[in-house]
């Protein structure tokens, strides 16, 4: 395991604080969640980044049945999103409904977990 490995715990508490990690192996390939070798090539030199946050909506669909602690929103949009950095990411769109559409402008931000007891990690949530 490299020395600056951020692990999962390390990824969310970054994420609680605004700042969204990453990897990028030494073949240019990112990653996120934070990952110890490359899904791609198998390289184990990965250097933790900052990515930009900011990415463009590839799919989406809407939740009727959420699990327990979604039952507030539902119903919601659950989406995909290609980073600018070329990795991808899934998280709930908190947006108007009109203006949902594939290609538009997203950023990722966090919300407290509602869970009770360990991980109470933040939700990964979509923004205009
Ligand atoms: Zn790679």
Not at 71 to 90: H, N, Q, S, T, V
Request: hydrophobic residues 35%; proline residues 9%; glycine residues 10%.
């Amino acid at each position: 395991m490299p020395e600056d490995f951020i692990g999962i715990e390390a990824f969310y508490k970054s994420l609680d604080e605004g700042i969204l990690l990453g990897v990028r192996c030494r073949n240019g390939h990112v990653m996120i969640p934070t990952k110890p070798t490359c899904i791609r090539c198998n390289s184990r030199e990965l250097k933790p980044i900052k990515l930009t946050g900011k990415g463009k909506l590839l799919t989406f669909t809407e939740i009727f049945t959420p699990a327990r602690e979604y039952e507030k929103y539902a119903p919601y949009f659950l989406g995909l999103i290609e980073l600018d950095e070329g990795c991808r990411l899934m998280g709930r769109i908190v947006a108007p409904r009109d203006s949902i559409l594939r290609g538009i402008n997203l950023k990722v931000g966090s919300e407290p977990s509602q869970k009770e007891g360990w991980p109470t990690w933040p939700k990964i949530v979509f923004t205009p």
